[in-house]
């Protein structure tokens, strides 16, 4: 049972450019999240879903795009990526309150 | 605004002794509350949940305590081990605006000392 995936593990990206990061659940979960974790500090909610072809904005969607087509799967856009947007992001699934997460996407913007 | 607080970053103790980390929350609303545990490089885990309806859940050396009249919840754990050194982060489940959705405090870095 492979619970949340995501990929990739680790990324650098140039400033301006773009990218996908994956998430994927296998556990028909209807609830997705995508939070970012800075140093020293808790996890952000950038978006999140609550099934296939609803999407919300958490806390700091500025910079991201989400897209819910299938309930397996929530994929988080970046544009013109930025410094700002350098942290350590994790993916989750739930069913309601009890949410399992991804190992996590480290992405360093220079 | 932040609706759930844990205002102790760190948190040391030694092997044995009990831990306590506390979190305050804001919203009235909130369901559920959950701790997660997160080792470095990793995913958070579940650990314990506690009900808006309770005020004690218990699991094995792991008790969360719930003050609706306070806002507030804590967790305990007895005896501290060193591998239970990690970020403990509370979180709580309940309606904001439109949706139901999973709000993180800060988290506590819990050190247990041999």
């Known amino acids: 049972n492979a619970g949340v995936t995501q990929t990739p593990k680790f990324r650098i990206l140039k400033i301006g450019q773009s990218m996908t990061l994956q998430c994927a659940q296998d556990?028909?979960?209807?609830?997705m999240y995508w939070y970012r974790q800075d140093p020293g500090m808790g996890l952000k909610l950038i978006y999140y879903?609550?099934?296939?072809?609803?999407?919300d904005k958490g806390e700091v969607p500025n910079g991201y795009n989400v897209s819910r087509s299938t309930t397996e799967d929530f994929p988080l856009r970046l544009e013109l990526a930025a410094p700002s947007q350098t942290s350590v992001y994790f993916c989750?699934?739930?069913?309601?309150?009890?949410?399992?997460f991804g190992q996590g996407t480290r992405l360093t913007v220079v | 605004d932040q609706q759930v607080k844990q205002n102790s970053p760190s948190l040391s103790v030694q092997e044995g002794r009990i831990s306590i980390l506390n979190c305050d929350y804001t919203?009235?609303?909130?369901?559920?509350f959950l701790w997660y545990k997160k080792y470095p490089a990793e995913g958070p885990t579940f650990l314990i949940s506690?009900?808006?309806?309770?005020d004690k859940n218990e699991d094995g050396r792991f008790t969360v305590f719930l003050n609706k009249s306070a806002k507030h919840l804590s967790l305990h754990i007895v005896p501290s081990q060193p591998g239970d050194s990690a970020v403990y982060f509370c979180a709580a489940w309940g309606p904001q605006g439109s949706n139901y959705k999973l709000t993180f405090g800060k988290g506590t870095l819990l050190t247990v000392n041999p």
């Open positions: 989750a699934s739930s069913y309601r309150d009890e949410a399992f």
């Open positions: 556990m028909n979960h209807n609830y």
């Open positions: 879903s609550v099934g296939a072809g609803i999407t």
């Open positions: 506690i009900s808006s309806i309770k």
């Open positions: 919203n009235s609303m909130f369901d559920y």
